[in-house]
């Protein structure tokens, strides 16, 4: 409520004086690269897909309203078809959506798109970005190329799609292990489709008493919704001492020493479930024991990208496909010809930049003729008419002919917060909102005159007594 008063606190004058320097160098990195500055629009046209929007009523045209933009990602699309080859802006966008520690409903972005290139090109770009300001802002020299995975590898490995490199537990499978075993909580999960999956902390298992452990147990029931939490301690001869050893065949566990290269004083820890619970469970758990055992230098900088997401995800209660990122979204050229037949195989020339385990910015090479775009829209459950009305402009201006073009968004509050080692992007914003969506200084959103409700012809109903 006091923020004025927050605000005079010398770490906040740090960082908002970093954020300034941040979006400076920024600006400056495209202006050398011949990037121009064109401002799109705050006032648009909802487009009923992703995140919630912000609604505008018109006053003007009765029950039409405005939707304040999610991101610009229409709009610099029409300028790459206009013939802007090098587009940036530093915008401001919004998202009704629930809230976070690293989520704001408004918010700050790098936004830039440049035609005739390929993914290669974008990734390149934004490397020279990242390193510009880690030398010129932290004093570190980054090694060019960033490191890469796919998105399947990062699932594999650490089961996030913004893994935190800075530490190791990688994640192992042993899915196979388990289907030589008659250990039923094992042999039962991969039965019904699932998997054996774990990770090894190195030597600090005398810091894990049986509390210690069913605590973490508790953490991957109740946030995750996993069914247990099965461990191993390698004593000083070298072997494995379990609750569940007796119950796990000797040449299975032998094996599973061997899997995880396993050295005196280190404790493995297993989930047997679905892939979705033990992606989530064991990734919790890594980022959990990193924090816990301090197995990183919270200085550190790791930044690394994700490329090759799939194109479409199930959901499973509408019964269809959804687009990953976004229905713009180009396929890998050799993923084309099973765009109709097999969605689910199709990977995308999409690729988010992580730093330290948070997604800094994402992006994409976009489709570029209507033909392809269409097929996206069938896939989608959108249909013509329905895409006509969503996106008409866009797929008449892709009918006047189109480049191969593409880019990205970087999140500029998360990217401060993380060059300034901070947990919190309400501690990067001069006047955030709380996670409740508050303004609390200026009590916003807050009630209106009865009069202007009359002018936007707006009635607001009574709330449900509770």
């Known amino acids: 409520r006091y923020r004025y008063i927050d605000l005079r606190r010398e770490q906040m004058q740090r960082t908002l004086v970093l954020r300034s320097a941040i979006i400076k160098t920024m600006r400056d990195y495209f202006a050398d690269n011949d990037f121009i500055d064109v401002e799109t629009p705050i006032l648009g046209r909802s487009t009923p897909e992703g995140a919630r929007d912000y609604l505008v009523p018109s006053r003007v045209h009765w029950g039409h309203f405005f939707a304040l933009p999610q991101s610009p990602q229409l709009y610099k699309q029409i300028l790459m078809v206009a013939g802007y080859d090098r587009y940036v802006q530093i915008a401001r ?17 790098l936004d830039m798109e440049m035609s005739f290139v390929d993914a290669e090109d974008v990734i390149g770009m934004i490397d020279g970005l990242m390193k510009k300001l880690a030398k010129e802002l932290l004093g570190l020299e980054l090694t060019l190329p960033l490191p890469r995975m796919t998105y399947d590898q990062a699932m594999e ?24 075993s008659e250990f039923r909580v094992f042999r039962g999960a991969v039965d019904a489709g699932g998997f054996v999956r774990g990770i090894k902390i190195d030597k600090r298992a005398d810091e894990f008493s049986r509390k210690r452990i069913d605590e973490l147990t508790d953490f991957v029931k109740h946030d995750f919704a996993a069914k247990g939490l099965a461990w191993f301690r390698v004593e000083p001869d070298g072997s494995l001492w379990s609750p569940i050893s007796k119950n796990v065949e000797p040449a299975v566990i032998e094996q599973l020493k061997s899997r995880f290269a396993c ?4 404790l493995i820890l297993l989930l047997a479930d679905t892939w979705e619970v033990t992606c989530k469970g064991l990734n919790g758990l890594r980022r959990r024991l990193a924090a816990e055992l301090k197995l990183f230098d919270p200085k550190q900088m790791h930044f690394s990208w994700v490329v090759e997401f799939p194109m479409f995800e199930h959901d499973a209660e509408e019964g269809r496909w959804v687009a990953m990122h976004h229905p713009f979204t180009a396929p890998r050229p050799q993923d084309l010809a099973q765009l109709k037949s097999d969605p689910q195989a199709c990977r995308a020339q999409a690729y988010d ?3 330290n385990g948070y997604e800094a910015g994402g992006g994409t090479i976009r489709i570029h003729d209507s033909e392809t775009q269409q097929v996206v829209f069938d896939l989608l459950g959108i249909s013509p008419e329905m895409a006509k009305d969503r996106f008409g402009f866009l797929l008449d201006a892709l009918g006047y002919g189109a480049p191969p073009h593409g880019g990205i968004a970087l999140g ?18 001069a006047f955030p909102k709380t996670q409740r969506a508050m303004d609390l200084m200026t009590e916003a959103p807050g009630q209106v005159e009865t009069k202007q409700l009359h002018e936007l012809h707006i009635q607001v109903e009574t709330p449900p007594a509770k």
Not at 93 to 109: H, V
Not at 159 to 177: E, F, H, K, N, T
Not at 263 to 266: A, T
């Open 412 to 429: 500029i509050d998360r990217v401060v917060m993380l060059f300034a080692g901070l947990d919190n992007i309400r501690d990067c914003i």
């Open 157 to 180: 490995r650490y089961g996030s799609d913004a893994p935190d490199l800075r530490y190791g537990m990688q994640i192992v499978d042993c899915s196979d292990l388990a289907r030589q």
């Open 353 to 355: 930049l992580i730093v």
């Open 93 to 109: 966008c919004f998202r009704d959506e629930d809230l976070r520690a690293d989520r704001q409903p408004e918010f700050t972005q």
């Open 263 to 266: 050295e005196p004083g280190d």
